[in-house]
């Protein structure tokens, strides 16, 4: 694979509220959440543009990171609102 690290999925877990007296809120970047989506692609720009052209809100244009210090790698992001205002994580690693 010319030295690169193949991908591993993560696990997937899923959550039910079975109380009916749940206080819902407007999802932001700061507000700690329960849960998190992230998409990976391997053309975030081209996702991106995709994206603004449907008049889709997106929180940033896409953004690179840097995690090699904490054992993940480099990769590219953005975040976007679903139609319910749910924010959701585009990511293509580097």
């Given at each position: 694979?010319?030295?690169s690290?193949?991908?591993?999925?993560?696990?997937?877990?899923?959550?039910?509220?079975?109380?009916?007296?749940?206080?819902?809120?407007?999802?932001?970047?700061?507000?700690?959440?329960?849960?998190?989506v992230?998409?990976?692609?391997?053309?975030i720009?081209?996702?991106y543009?995709?994206?603004?052209?449907?008049?889709?809100?997106?929180?940033?244009?896409?953004?690179?990171?840097?995690?090699?210090?904490?054992?993940?790698?480099?990769?590219?992001?953005?975040?976007?609102?679903?139609?319910?205002?749910?924010?959701?994580?585009?990511?293509?690693?580097?």
């Amino acid at each position: 694979m010319n030295g690169s690290k193949a991908l591993e999925a993560p696990p997937v877990e899923l959550i039910q509220f079975v109380d009916s007296k749940i206080h819902k809120e407007q999802s932001d970047l700061f507000t700690t959440s329960i849960s998190e989506v992230c998409f990976y692609t391997d053309d975030i720009d081209s996702v991106y543009k995709t994206l603004i052209e449907n008049h889709v809100e997106c929180l940033s244009e896409p953004q690179y990171f840097d995690f090699r210090a904490d054992g993940f790698g480099e990769s590219r992001a953005f975040y976007f609102r679903d139609p319910d205002g749910i924010i959701l994580e585009m990511m293509q690693p580097l």
